[in-house]
């Protein structure tokens, strides 16, 4: 899959910003908005994620592009037939603990983004998928950089990927068209 939101690239946009969040938390928190706000817009995320931002500041005004690029690439994203969707978390290149830490940081702000409107959905898939989030965002991060715990971790981060188009489907079904097995004969 190709991810043109690197987190190495991003990881330091919100330093110049008034905010507590880190990218990945921010990242998280687009998501679960996205997932109960069919029409969100950048604004509606930037307050939630931003105390407020000088665009006549070329520092902030650099981090708001950047910030709106990272918007319309997720977007984009969750909504990729393809099921083109990554996480902005630390990849394989960095530390262990760096990429358990950054996807704790995911799913805690997924799960606010998720409380930013009502939930509503009596799917038991989707609602175990946010248990399960509930859970992995209260991990330990100090996790040992060994072989094993690094294809565990790779299959949790695959989990959460997985787990975030379903609920976003069940939240928000696709408009594409498809075919009703009823209507084939």
């Known amino acids: 899959m190709n ?18 969040d880190t990218i990945s938390s921010a990242h998280g928190i687009l998501c679960g908005f996205a997932c109960v706000k069919p029409d969100l817009s950048l604004d509606d995320w930037l307050n939630e994620v931003l105390v407020s931002i000088d665009l006549d500041n070329l520092n ?7 910030l709106a690029q990272i918007f319309n690439e997720t ?3 969750l909504n990729d037939a393809t099921l083109d969707f990554q996480l902005l978390i630390a990849d394989e290149d960095s530390r262990l603990g760096e990429q358990a830490n ?22 038991e898939d989707a609602l175990e998928m946010i248990k399960d989030l509930s859970e992995i965002s209260k991990l330990d991060a100090d ?21 975030t188009l379903l609920i976003q489907e069940t939240l928000q079904p696709s408009k594409q068209d498809y075919i009703s097995t009823e209507t084939l004969h």
Not at 13 to 18: E, Y
Not at 60 to 66: Q, W
Not at 151 to 156: G, H, K, P, T
Request: aromatic content about 8%.
């Open 3 to 20: 991810n043109p939101l690197d987190y190495d690239t991003f990881k330091s946009t919100l330093h110049h910003l008034n905010t507590d």
């Open 60 to 66: 902030e005004k650099s981090a708001h592009e950047g």
């Open 75 to 77: 977007l984009s994203q």
């Open 102 to 123: 950054t996807l704790i940081e995911w799913c805690q702000g997924y799960l606010v983004g998720l409380g930013l409107q009502k939930v509503s959905t009596t799917d």
């Open 143 to 163: 996790v040992l950089d060994t072989e094993q715990n690094a294809q565990d971790l790779n299959e949790i981060i695959e989990f959460v990927r997985m787990g």
